[in-house]
């Protein structure tokens, strides 16, 4: 059974930062693709970032120029580092660990939430 363990969520103030981080198995860790994903109360769960195993990251355009998705292959970890947050950044914030589109896992969420 592969478990993700996400760390770091919190309240913050408009225009404040957080890191988030989640532990994979080092097993599979480095040959997957892992990506943040959150889901606000009443909406669809999004895609925030993503980081392929050779490093390539991929941004939802909201979060462009304020989120950095990272990977350390070393300690089996993928971080958010989440800068200037918004109101509209509060959710629930996922890591997922994907293989192939029919063979992924995800951890159990982390709430951020962010006051105006």
């Known amino acids: 059974q592969v478990q993700l363990v996400e760390s770091g969520g919190g309240l913050v103030q408009a225009g404040g930062s957080l890191r988030l981080l989640c532990v994979a198995p080092?097993?599979?860790?480095?040959?997957?693709?892992m990506a943040w994903y959150r889901q606000a109360p009443g909406k669809q769960r999004e895609l925030v970032a993503s980081?392929?195993?050779?490093?390539?990251?991929n941004y939802r355009d909201s979060v462009k120029d304020r989120f950095a998705i990272s990977r350390d292959n070393a300690k089996n970890t993928v971080a958010l580092q989440m800068n200037s947050l918004k109101p509209e950044d509060a959710a629930v914030y996922y890591c997922?660990?994907?293989?192939?589109?029919?063979?992924?896992?995800w951890g159990q969420g982390t709430q951020v939430a962010v006051s105006s």
């Open positions: 980081i392929t195993s050779g490093g390539i990251t």
């Open positions: 080092a097993s599979i860790f480095k040959i997957a693709t």
């Open positions: 997922n660990l994907k293989i192939s589109p029919y063979n992924q896992y």
